[in-house]
């Protein structure tokens, strides 16, 4: 709670609204608890969490990655229609998704909202340059069915960037390109009233700049062992906790320089280096993968945990480990207090 109240009062403080990401914990009672707090609605990776998140009856989502193919398509106009009017936005990039899109959307009894994706230096998806942009806002415009809103300009790749003034000034030259990027379509007589984006590594710095009338950040729901290194090259604290940890049971102590842990590589995401512990170990110790269903905790052997003890890690990556799990154990103290659901894992 406290994590979700400070970025709560950042957004507030920059008059900047609040889209947070639920690919990050995938939970539909997470994300009412940011709705409580503030937040406009939530941002979805795929169409499979926004049809989660729909069905636990969360308002005002976002869909941050273009849905293509027929089938999907489909789906996304009866979740649009299940969620009613203004509840639901997508992205697009495409004119021909964008065609395909309005021929379905025109079953509604009110337009669909879309946002132009714009690719942020990243080129993972989003229109390339302001060109772009104004030939897809205006297939938009033509279609009768769909209705746009704004742009969408995520700088994923600049949340990680080591040291808080290197970050600082990618985010900056991002918000300048997209400050043109609406300057031009408003120009066009193509008003933009959402412009969306920023993620936790950068959010102070795009809430600041006055671009973004939103933030969709995710991680800092939780915080990760990628994240702590990263904001510890700031030489400062990061405000926000860590708050989800992976518990795992020591069960093998035979070999002297390390004893075995139960959670291997089904357990933690392997994208972003190895978990680190938390709590368990009264001394130095490191972790290595050690298999599928196992852990080599290296420690001395005067700290070393007997058999049976629990070990707790903080995960490497949150967003692809909560995606391992079924449900999260909510803890306060050493006291289990609920049981929650993750109701968007492998919501494709």
């Known amino acids: 709670m406290r994590n979700i109240a400070k970025m709560a009062t950042t957004a507030a403080r920059h008059g900047v609204g609040l889209r947070p990401h639920v690919k990050s914990h995938k939970s539909a009672r997470i994300a009412q608890m940011q709705i409580d707090a503030g937040a406009l609605g939530v941002s979805c ?44 936005m997508v992205v ?51 279609t009768g069915s769909l209705r746009l809103r704004g742009l969408q300009a995520y700088g994923g790749h600049l949340q990680h960037i080591e040291g808080r003034e290197r970050r600082n000034t990618a985010a900056a030259q991002l918000s300048h390109t997209v400050a043109r990027l609406v300057a031009a379509l408003e120009s066009a007589g193509m008003p933009v009233e959402i412009v969306t984006g920023v993620g936790t590594g950068t959010h102070e710095a795009d809430a600041a700049a006055g671009v973004f009338t939103e933030m969709q950040p995710g991680s800092y729901v939780f915080m990760d062992a990628e994240y702590a290194q990263v904001l510890a090259e700031d030489g400062q604290d990061t405000p926000f906790e860590t708050a989800l940890f992976v518990q795992s049971t020591v069960v093998s102590t035979q070999a002297d320089a390390w004893v075995t842990v139960d959670a291997g590589t089904k357990s933690f995401a392997t ?10 170990v009264n001394g130095p110790s490191s972790y290595a993968f050690f298999g599928d269903e196992h852990g080599k905790l290296i420690v001395a052997s005067e700290h070393r945990p007997s058999l049976g003890a629990h070990i707790e890690f903080v995960t490497p990556h949150c ?20 049981i929650w659901p993750i109701e968007a894992r492998g919501r494709l």
Not at 49 to 62: D, F, I, K
Not at 271 to 280: E, M, T
Not at 319 to 337: F, S
């Open 92 to 142: 697009v990039d495409d004119a021909r998704n964008v065609a395909e899109l309005a021929v379905l959307a025109a079953r509604l009894a009110y337009p669909l909202d879309v946002l132009i994706d714009y690719h942020s230096g990243y080129h993972r998806t989003g229109v390339v340059d302001e060109n772009a942009a104004l030939a897809l806002a205006r297939a938009i415009n033509d």
């Open 271 to 280: 994208d972003s280096g190895v978990p680190i512990v938390a709590r368990g």
């Open 319 to 338: 967003d692809p480990t909560v995606n391992l799990y079924d449900r999260y154990h909510v803890v306060e103290g050493e006291v289990l207090v609920d």
């Open 45 to 88: 990776a795929t169409l499979g969490e926004a049809e989660a998140m729909v069905e636990a009856g969360v308002p005002g989502v976002l869909i941050t990655s273009p849905v293509v193919s027929s089938n999907k398509l489909r789906r996304l106009v009866e979740l649009a229609e299940k969620a009613g009017p203004r509840q639901l």
